[in-house]
Every structure is written in structure tokens, then in C-alpha cells.
């Protein structure tokens, strides 16, 4: 073979190589073609994605009356028998064994079987116009009763906390499936150019259950997993340049790690070294998005006092301003962590000095949170969730001190803004607490909700991995219409 025969080779197959390699990455065989075509046809296509612009903002296929949402989650599983059902009867029969036919074919966490039913020692009062309950250990939530929609009959599948957080925050109670905040990204994408999309911020002694878990992007692109900040100081570690590191320098070292990886990605096609790219243009620019947000000594002092922020002093009132600051900076999704609400009757986890610091740890948060995003006309198109993974039996637990174990049949929840009724109190349970009597929502039927909020049907906004099309309410889920404005 002469050497103009093999150079001639050697193009021809570096042009079939090259050629087969685009069909395959790229997806666009005329099958591919045809698919797609009749995916858009019914309403099904996949989201279009610009791989070097992940997080650019798109308009959702229906009508949204949210934008962006807070999920303000109680870690642990706040105990509603405590904070927002007044249950006379249970009162009454507290000492005394529930009947057989409420705990036949039940399972439980802890309880063994010989505990008997506990009623609160809390006040209750009904307060605003539409007639919630709320116990004295929640002052300041008096304060947005008529603001608020209260879920009485929440209901969940799983009863351990680990599970039931990932139940709560991906519809699947194992890991590696996408959480809500990257379902929400993925199909929206953020308006801030300048911070991540999905923002985790945590507070409370110790971290949630489930971990990093409970904020992943799963089988979806890494650009949708959420990114936790802390509450004080740099949001992320090393997010400063290191001392004598000049702009120009750090620009320079941006430059050649980028070019770098889009060689290889050109060699490899693998999606994820894009992904990284994007990191590392984001942390430039948060270099100075950063700092900016976590001057919360800029805000009012009324403001500070509103809310309980001391700047400085890591806290859920500091993160609730803080994600206020994200929403107005354009951040799709933010969710706050507060532990621990797991008050079985051990010495540091009762409802009786325990359940009192947690609430007061997050009630005038909370309550500050909603009125003023609805005083900046933020909260019209702002969705804030709070609740968390499960509530708590009308049994209490044999332990140290008082307290009840997990209950998945039926616990509260609240929502406010984003296009749900304010002053509604949708779902009942017995007379004990134990089971929901009318209203019941599933976890499948929240998510189904909040999707449709933020302008998807649930059952449309899907993503094909190992090839079957996933889903965050997986094949259940119901849309809760009237709870909708």
C-alpha cells in the first residue's frame, strides 16, 4: 500500500468513525428524529437542554402560577397532635389502651404493642378567620392563619426517618432517584446566572437522615443537584481565591482548565465534563454573587427583628432571610433543614423542653418568611412549604420522658402562596388523630401539586434513564384541586 493509499484510509475511517460517533451522542438518527417528533405530538418530549447552559431559564408547557419555591423541612417529624390538631377524646382517654381494630395490621417503628393513648398537655385556640387550631407552643403562626393553606390529612408510605425523607423529597424511598429541587430545575431551569438553581441551607444540632441523599439530582444531569450553602461566612469552602492569586491569574487558570476539559469532552462526548465546566464558570461568578447575599447586616433592622436574624450567628431565622434573598436573586428552589423533631421521650428529644426550643427555634421564622415575601409581592408567585417527613402517634412511647413514636397515617402540612387558597384548612382525621376521615394527600398527590404549580403535568415531566421514562410521582399521584386558588 502506498502512503497516499493509507493516508486515504485513514480519513475514510476517521470520517466513519467520527459520523458514527455523532449519530450515537447526538440522537439524531432519523429514528430519533421520527421518535421525537411524535413525542412533541402528544405532549411527552423530553426537556430541551442546552448542554453548555443547563440552568438557563424555560417556560413551563401549561400555565404556572408559581416560580420558584421554599420548602421549609422539619427534620425529624413534628408531632401535629402537639402543634396543630386539638383532640378532646384523646385527651379524655389518655392511660387507656387503644382499641385492637386501630392497631391491627399496623407497623410501627418502636412501639411494642402495650402503650396506651396520650393526649396533649398544650393549649389550643382557634384563631383567624378560617378556624385553625394552633397550640400555644406556635404564637406567631397566629399571625398567618388566613395566609396559609393547612393539609390535615397528609399520609405517607414509609415509617423510618432515612426513607421517609427520601419518600418525601424524591417520591422513592431508596436512593438515586432526583429530588424535587432537581425535578423543578431540570424542567425550568434558574433566572439566576449568578447562583446555583437548587440552594440547600441547614440548620438545627446535626444534619438530616438521608444526607446529600435528599438533595441529589440522581440519574439527571449533576447541574440539577442541589448545592448546600451555609448559613454564615463563604456559603461554599475555598470559594475564595487564595492570597497573592491576582484576577488575571485565576482567569488565566480558568481559561486553561476549560479548554482542557472541552478537549476531552470533544474526544470522550461525556455530558458530565460539561456539567463541570459549568462549575467552575459558576464558582467565578459567585465569587462576587456570594458575598453580596450573605450580607444580611444590609437589611433592615425591622427586618432582623421580623424574622430573629442575628447576622453572623448560623440559625434557621438567618437562612429563612436568606432564602428570601435567593428568591429575590432569581434562584429556582431553596430548601431549609431544621432538626430535630424526633421526639420519641428520650432526655434530649420530648415534647416537653425539647418541642418547646424547636418551636421556638422556627415559629417566628416561619410566620416572618411568609409575611414578608407577601409585603415585597413575592409570595403571589412563590411557593413555601413547611412540614416534615411523617407526624406522630396518639400513642405515646415508654421511655425517659413523654413522647410518641413516627406515624405515616396521618400528619399536617402547610403551603402557602404560589397559587394554593389562603385560609383553608382541607383534610379531617378521627376523633383520636389516628386516621385520616376526609382530604386524605398522599406525598405522591403533594408532589403532583407542587409540579402542577409550577406549570407541569407530573405524568409529562419525565426523564428516560435505563430505558424506562421516570418520574417524580413515579405512577401514582393525584393533582389536590381544592386546594388551588
Not at 57 to 72: D, E, F, G, S, T
Not at 204 to 223: D, I
Not at 328 to 346: I, K, M, N, P, S
Not at 386 to 396: A, C, N, Q, S, V
Request: charged share 20%.
Amino acid at each position: 500500500m502506498t502512503p497516499q493509499q493509507s493516508a486515504e484510509l485513514d480519513r475514510r475511517f476517521t470520517h466513519a468513525l467520527t459520523r458514527r460517533h455523532f449519530f450515537r451522542r447526538c440522537g439524531v438518527g432519523l429514528g430519533t428524529i421520527a421518535l421525537h417528533q411524535m413525542l412533541r405530538e402528544e405532549g411527552r418530549a423530553a426537556v430541551q437542554i442546552d448542554a453548555s447552559a443547563p440552568m438557563a431559564p424555560r417556560q413551563p408547557p401549561l400555565p404556572a402560577k408559581a416560580k420558584n419555591v421554599i420548602y421549609l423541612f422539619m427534620a425529624g417529624g413534628p408531632s401535629q397532635l402537639d402543634l396543630f390538631e386539638d383532640k378532646p377524646k384523646l385527651t379524655e382517654f389518655t392511660g387507656q389502651t387503644p382499641p385492637p381494630s386501630m392497631m391491627q395490621g399496623r407497623r410501627f417503628a418502636f412501639l411494642k404493642g402495650n402503650e396506651t393513648l396520650l393526649g396533649t398537655k398544650r393549649k389550643f385556640e382557634r384563631v383567624g378567620q378560617c378556624g385553625m387550631t394552633l397550640s400555644e407552643l406556635l404564637p406567631y403562626h397566629r399571625q398567618i392563619a388566613d395566609d396559609v393553606c393547612w393539609l390535615r390529612g397528609m399520609t405517607t408510605d414509609v415509617f423510618n426517618h432515612g426513607p421517609a425523607k427520601l419518600f418525601m423529597n424524591t417520591g422513592f424511598q431508596a436512593p438515586g432517584r432526583p429530588s424535587m429541587g432537581s425535578w423543578a430545575t431540570y424542567g425550568l431551569g434558574s433566572e439566576s446566572r449568578d447562583l446555583p438553581g437548587f440552594v440547600v441551607l441547614q440548620s438545627g444540632p446535626r444534619g438530616p437522615r438521608g444526607g446529600n441523599s435528599l438533595w441529589s439530582s440522581g440519574f439527571l444531569p449533576t447541574s440539577f443537584q442541589g448545592v448546600p450553602f451555609r448559613s454564615s461566612g463563604d456559603p461554599i469552602l475555598n470559594l475564595r481565591s487564595p492570597q497573592g492569586f491576582t484576577p488575571e491569574r485565576e482567569r488565566s487558570f480558568y481559561d486553561t482548565v476549560s479548554a482542557l476539559n472541552r478537549a476531552h469532552l470533544d474526544e470522550v462526548g461525556d455530558p458530565e465534563i460539561m456539567t463541570r465546566i459549568n462549575a467552575y464558570e459558576m464558582a467565578c461568578r459567585m465569587q462576587t454573587s456570594a458575598p453580596e447575599l450573605m450580607e444580611l447586616q444590609k437589611e433592615s433592622p425591622a427586618t432582623l427583628e421580623r424574622y430573629g436574624a442575628k447576622p453572623g450567628q448560623p440559625s434557621f431565622a438567618n437562612n429563612c432571610l436568606l432564602a428570601r434573598r435567593l428568591i429575590e436573586r432569581g434562584v429556582r428552589f431553596v430548601q431549609l433543614y431544621h432538626t430535630d423533631w424526633d421526639h420519641h421521650g428520650d432526655k434530649n428529644n420530648n415534647l416537653s423542653e425539647a418541642i418547646e426550643l424547636r418551636c421556638r427555634e422556627v415559629d417566628q421564622a416561619s410566620t416572618a418568611l411568609v409575611l414578608d415575601l407577601k409585603q415585597r409581592g413575592l409570595l403571589d408567585d412563590t411557593l413555601v412549604i413547611w412540614g416534615g417527613e411523617f407526624g406522630r402517634t396518639p400513642m405515646g412511647e415508654n421511655r425517659a420522658t413523654v413522647g410518641r413514636d413516627h406515624h405515616i397515617d396521618a400528619f399536617t402540612l402547610w403551603m402557602a402562596g404560589g397559587g394554593v387558597k389562603p385560609g383553608l384548612i382541607h383534610g379531617a382525621t378521627d376523633e383520636l388523630g389516628f386516621g385520616v376521615t376526609e382530604g386524605k394527600v398522599h406525598v405522591h398527590d403533594l408532589h403532583a401539586t407542587i409540579l402542577h404549580q409550577l406549570g407541569f403535568d407530573h405524568e409529562k415531566l419525565t426523564y428516560r434513564f435505563q430505558g424506562r421514562d421516570f418520574r417524580l410521582t413515579d405512577v401514582h399521584g393525584e393533582v389536590v384541586t381544592p386546594i388551588l386558588a
